[in-house]
């Protein structure tokens, strides 16, 4: 069973920057596609960025050359950077792992992914 443990979330104001972590755990690390997800309220939830095994990053268009997704191996840890932060990034931020056989050329959607971790709250101020 994976234990996905998220960290990181705050208030900034427009503009700022966050780091959310996300520690992985119950599953080797390396097999794990892992991606960040955001959840507004009253709006469904949606792929931000995805690490693929097999190879590449993913974005979604509105987080493009702002966010940046990455990992430590040797912590069992995902990030997500967050810069210029907006408005309109506010929402839970949820880290998402599965095992996959192939990688994606776009962003998988959240019912492609078995384990979730609990959702940490990015709150940007105009």
């Known amino acids: 069973q994976v234990q996905l443990v998220e960290s990181g979330g705050g208030s900034v104001q427009a503009g700022g920057s966050l780091r959310l972590s996300c520690t992985a755990c119950?599953?080797?690390?390396?097999?794990?596609?892992l991606a960040w997800f955001r959840q507004a309220p009253g709006k469904e939830r949606e792929g931000v960025a995805q690490?693929?095994?097999?190879?590449?990053?993913r974005y979604s268009a509105s987080v493009m050359g702002r966010f940046t997704i990455s990992e430590d191996n040797a912590k069992n840890t995902l990030y997500l950077q967050m810069n210029s932060l907006k408005p309109e990034d506010t929402a839970m931020y949820f880290c998402a792992a599965g095992l996959f056989t192939r990688s994606s050329w776009v962003l998988r959607g959240a019912s492609e992914y078995s384990y979730w971790g609990q959702g940490t709250q990015v709150t940007v101020s105009s």
């Open positions: 690490i693929e095994r097999f190879g590449g990053k």
């Open positions: 119950g599953y080797t690390y390396s097999s794990l596609t």
